[in-house]
């Protein structure tokens, strides 16, 4: 079955940088878009960013544009957010996604937080 597992979030000073990481597997990785969400308190999940394959096209939110990178090695059947310059309201639970085309999958989230 489809596992998504994100890891690398935690405690990070505005400014900072995180890098996360998703690892899958029960699907043919290479073969499908991967994205990443976030959901902070009190708002509702926004898109993050998103990466095809083949090919490794990528798009992002607005806001994270210039500050936030998403790549993946689909070797290694994982999906990684780079994310620079963090700020306070970045502070949320990011989850990794795919959609099959049949259904949604999101791992069970890794929590980010930016504070001094």
């Known amino acids: 079955q489809v596992q998504l597992v994100e890891s690398g979030g935690g405690l990070v000073q505005p400014g900072g940088s995180l890098r996360l990481s998703c690892a899958a597997s029960?699907?043919?990785?290479?073969?499908?878009?991967m994205a990443w969400y976030r959901h902070a308190p009190g708002k509702e999940r926004e898109f993050v960013a998103g990466?095809?394959?083949?090919?490794?096209?990528?798009n992002y939110a607005d806001s994270m544009k210039g500050r936030f990178t998403i790549s993946r090695d689909n070797a290694k059947n994982t999906v990684y957010l780079q994310m620079n310059s963090l700020k306070p309201e970045d502070t949320a639970v990011y989850y990794c996604?795919?959609?099959?085309?049949?259904?949604?999958?999101w791992g069970q989230g890794t929590q980010v937080t930016v504070s001094s």
């Open positions: 996604n795919l959609w099959s085309g049949l259904e949604n999958y």
């Open positions: 990466i095809s394959s083949p090919g490794g096209s990528t």
């Open positions: 029960g699907f043919t990785f290479s073969s499908y878009f």
